[in-house]
């Protein structure tokens, strides 16, 4: 059974960062795509931004410049700096887990981390 546990959220002030990681533990087949995504109050789960194996990134336009999504080598844990941090990135972050090629069917979720940007 896959895992993802997730830490680094809080409360910040606007302009200051923060730094989200994510662990996942259990087996996991084929190459993997692992990326963060968050979900603020009254709004959809949005996609922040991913990370392939092969250390290609993908970010979504309002945290590009702020935010830079890495990995440790070899291990499947991503983590995310936060940089420049607006009211605007309030909500809970989530970690995610997805193939990075077809024919694998798999979609992993952590339980979430609340991270507030006060202004």
């Known amino acids: 059974q896959v895992q993802l546990v997730e830490s680094g959220g809080g409360l910040v002030q606007a302009g200051g960062s923060l730094r989200l990681s994510c662990a996942a533990s259990?087996?996991?087949?084929?190459?993997?795509?692992m990326g963060w995504y968050r979900q603020a109050p009254g709004k959809q789960r949005e996609l922040v931004a991913g990370?392939?194996?092969?250390?290609?990134?993908n970010y979504a336009d309002s945290v590009k410049g702020r935010f830079t999504i890495s990995r440790a080598y070899g291990k499947p844990t991503v983590y995310l700096q936060m940089n420049s941090l607006r009211p605007e990135d309030t909500a809970v972050y989530y970690c995610?887990?997805?193939?990075?090629?077809?024919?694998?069917?798999?979609?992993?979720w952590g339980q979430g981390t609340q991270v507030t940007v006060s202004s």
């Open positions: 995610n887990v997805k193939p990075g090629r077809v024919g694998y069917d798999y979609d992993y």
């Open positions: 259990g087996i996991i087949f084929g190459p993997i795509i």
């Open positions: 990370i392939s194996d092969g250390g290609r990134t």
